[in-house]
């Protein structure tokens, strides 16, 4: 297929220019979102999930954040047809053509369920407000029958009362479900769903995960799924990229992934939960130390203060760069690429 | 961490009503029944997890049995240095006083720290307050408790926000440890950590546990982990218990109908391993209105006439192994299979 990919982000790179200095939140990140599947990111809270998502639709507050490098290619096409891929990245935030994208063709569910609704408004208003701000088609008329589908579709009990509820009025989880489904209301070729069950407790969650994967099943939605729950990741993604400051260091197809981690930090990541189907460990295995400050992020390998496999005159020393170690699975560490093609390359001045 | 066979706490019957209040003259309309009936003990250097679906009442548990909230009804006491404390007949300088003994760490590292407070006065602070501790003796406890929660001495001058979230965490623990309290009520402490701190934070509280003769209520939603540090574990439906039991036993042996379902929609960190979920239909009982019987019988699968009519007592199915349902000895129920898939 010619347009199998949906999404397509090259080297894509977001920083903050504070005071400070500058967060590189995201330092040359590239993957591909293809139509249908799921891409499940994880990693290290500030490693820039959010940020990377948010570049995507261009809502990064500016300033202090600018998208300094890269490209967000958007394949609107479908297999046959030969149009041309927008650039999200050169799209102006405040236009009209990001805002008929955003909640469209591309809707997010965010990581604080606060920000998505306003306080003053009912659900309901707000979710019908969405449908008719994007589906033309769409009479006035129907548009509370449609909200009212789509709260009943995430689970929620008397979808036809609490239509008419105030975000307040309802629990967390109940909050967050009412976000997914805005968030769907209008058949999303990707939907972007940052943490979106991590206020949910287990049974919910179950029931949040099944209804995006049958959603994905009948509709050929895409979704990028940020979290920090592994056992989430090994349910819904196809594919995964693991983040460590603003950089992918490991990608690979899920089930490669979890059964041959290579990355020290990935392998840190998935030793370190604990197994409810194992025999229980007297101690959890931690990686030790934190991630370093943004403004002190260790020379050559980001990794390399707290990787238990440190090579000092190596891994020091220059960034490794991210390599296929096998079909379809990538890694940046120097215990899976040459020390000397990297150094060449910092010497050319990257 | 030595369980020791002494009783450090009994919670008798606790009751914990919020009036639903309407209209301008606020007048009650009727009650949410938060925590409605719990009993439970726990013993000198044990933890007992806690676990249930969102609004169960677990915070509301513990908030009762660190005298947060004043409860309906219902006795705590606590058993100190071979005397026995009951909370409802303390009078208020006596219970002030008390309060040192029990004390809480909070789910969210980020608002429950005061931004304009440095370290060394937010852990200070319960010393002072409660005229344990002032000056360089202060300022040397404070040392060594930033020590034991893994921080340095040269953090104490700076703000919480030039903390990363589990180090924040570390202070929230650091705070809550400096008195010495006997009990520790730990509500959702990782929840918000992700996973390498999450576990770095664990075996933190379990470490201290140990070195400072602590016991724990730990309250959470990741079954996992409150496995990894509770001795036992207590399901709440409702405002109610359900089941409680030794960890392993509750797990690998559920015998309440909404503990099986809870188990079972535990994700798990193996993308080949198809789980026979079972889903949990319908919505949590409201509080306010619970149903008649069971209260779980309207989400059910193994639901019965009498489920509907009458309510199922906590009883002692085996040694040490608490549950509340009609069928309790009857029903072969699904829990987790440690044999099952082998870990890379
Ligand atoms: N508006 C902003 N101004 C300044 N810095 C920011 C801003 N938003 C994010 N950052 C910084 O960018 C980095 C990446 O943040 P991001 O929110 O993407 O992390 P994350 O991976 O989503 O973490 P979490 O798991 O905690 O949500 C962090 O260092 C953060 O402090
Ligand atoms: N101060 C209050 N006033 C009125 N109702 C309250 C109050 N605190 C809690 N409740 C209600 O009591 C019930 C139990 O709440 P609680 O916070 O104890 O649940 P929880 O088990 O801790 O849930 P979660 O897992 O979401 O934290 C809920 O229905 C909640 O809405
Ligand atoms: S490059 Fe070196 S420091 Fe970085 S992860 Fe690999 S082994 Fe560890
Ligand atoms: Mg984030
Ligand atoms: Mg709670």
């Known amino acids: 297929m010619a347009h199998d990919t949906l999404l397509e982000i090259r080297d894509l790179m977001t920083h903050f220019h504070l005071q400070e200095g500058i967060v590189r939140a995201v330092d040359g990140v590239s993957f591909e979102i293809r139509r249908g ?121 008397r979808a036809e009362q609490i239509v008419d509820a105030y975000p307040h009025q309802l629990s967390g989880g109940m909050r967050q479900r009412a976000m997914i489904a805005m968030a769907l209301s209008c058949s999303p070729r990707l939907l972007i769903a940052d943490e979106p069950t991590t206020a949910l407790d287990v049974t919910i969650q179950a029931q949040i995960l099944e209804l995006l994967t049958a959603l994905q099943e009948e509709f050929g939605m895409a979704v990028m799924f940020i979290t920090h729950n592994l056992g989430v990741i090994a349910e819904v993604a196809d594919e995964v990229a693991v983040m460590y400051l603003g950089r992918i260091v490991e990608q690979s197809d899920v089930n490669e992934l979890f059964d041959n981690p290579q990355h020290p930090y990935t392998q840190g990541l998935l030793n370190s939960i604990p197994h409810i189907d194992e025999e229980k460990l007297p101690r959890l295995r931690a990686i030790e130390g934190v991630v370093p400050d943004p403004y002190e992020i260790p020379r050559g390998c980001a990794f390399s203060d707290r990787c238990p496999s440190f090579m000092p005159g190596t891994c020091d020393r220059a960034m490794p760069g991210l390599d296929e170690t096998g079909p379809g699975h990538r890694v940046r560490c120097f215990l899976f690429s040459e020390f000397e093609d990297e150094l060449t390359e910092v010497a050319d001045g990257r | 961490m030595a369980v020791e066979n002494e009783l450090l706490l009994e919670v008798n019957d606790l009751k914990m009503y919020f009036p639903i209040q309407k209209g301008l003259m606020k007048r009650t309309t009727g009650y949410v029944k938060a925590v409605d009936g719990v009993s439970l003990s726990i013993k000198r250097g044990e933890t007992l997890g806690l676990v249930g679906e969102s609004g169960c009442g677990k915070t509301t548990t513990g908030r009762c049995i660190v005298r947060v909230y004043r409860p309906t009804g219902g006795e705590i006491i606590f058993h100190i240095d071979d005397e026995e404390v009951n909370l409802n007949r303390l009078e208020r300088q006596e219970l002030k006083a008390f309060r040192r003994n029990m004390q809480m760490i909070f789910q969210d590292p980020f608002s429950s720290l005061n931004p304009r407070m440095t370290v060394l006065e937010l852990v200070g602070e319960p010393l002072l307050a409660h005229g344990i501790a002032r000056g360089q003796e202060l300022e040397d406890r404070v040392a060594e408790m930033v020590n034991a929660v893994g921080l340095r001495v040269e953090h104490l001058p700076r703000y919480p926000h030039s903390f990363s979230g589990g180090q924040r965490q570390r202070i ?132 019965e006439e009498i489920c509907q009519t009458d309510v199922p007592a906590l009883t002692e199915l085996s040694p040490g192994h608490h549950v509340a349902c009609h069928f309790a000895d009857q029903l072969q129920l699904q829990g987790i299979d440690s044999a099952s898939p082998s870990g890379s």
């Open chain 1, 37 to 157: 599947r799921t891409l499940g990111i994880i990693g290290e809270s500030g490693c820039g999930k959010s940020v990377t998502a948010n570049s995507i639709l261009r809502l990064v507050p500016s300033p202090p954040g600018n998208i300094v490098n890269g490209r967000i290619l958007l394949h609107r096409g479908d297999d046959s047809s030969d149009q041309e891929p927008v650039d999200l990245a050169r799209l102006d935030p405040r236009g009209a053509e990001i805002r008929s994208i955003r909640g469209a063709e591309i809707s997010m569910v965010f990581q604080e369920p606060m920000t998505s609704f306003g306080p003053m408004h009912t659900i309901g208003n707000q979710i019908m407000e969405s449908i008719l701000l994007h589906q033309s088609d769409v009479a006035a008329s129907d548009a509370r029958e449609l909200a009212i589908e789509n709260l009943r579709r995430v689970g929620i009990p």
């Open chain 2, 172 to 303: 929230g623990i650091a705070r809550a440890l400096v008195q010495r309290p006997k009990l520790v009520v730990c509500d959702e402490p990782v929840s918000a950590l992700d996973v390498s701190v999450q576990s770095q934070v664990v075996n933190l509280l379990q470490d201290l546990q140990s070195e400072l003769d602590l016991t724990y209520l730990f309250v959470a939603h990741d079954m996992s982990v409150v496995r990894q540090v509770s001795n036992r574990i207590a399901v709440m439906y409702v405002g109610k218990l359900v089941e409680v039991a030794e960890s392993e036993e509750l797990l690998r042996n559920p015998k309440h109908p909404y503990s099986e379902t809870l188990l079972s929609a535990v994700p798990r960190p193996y993308p080949h391993h198809a789980m026979q979920r079972l889903s949990l239909e319908g919505e949590p009982a409201d509080p306010a209105n619970a149903p008649p019987g069971c209260v779980f019988h309207p989400r059910c699968r193994y639901m």
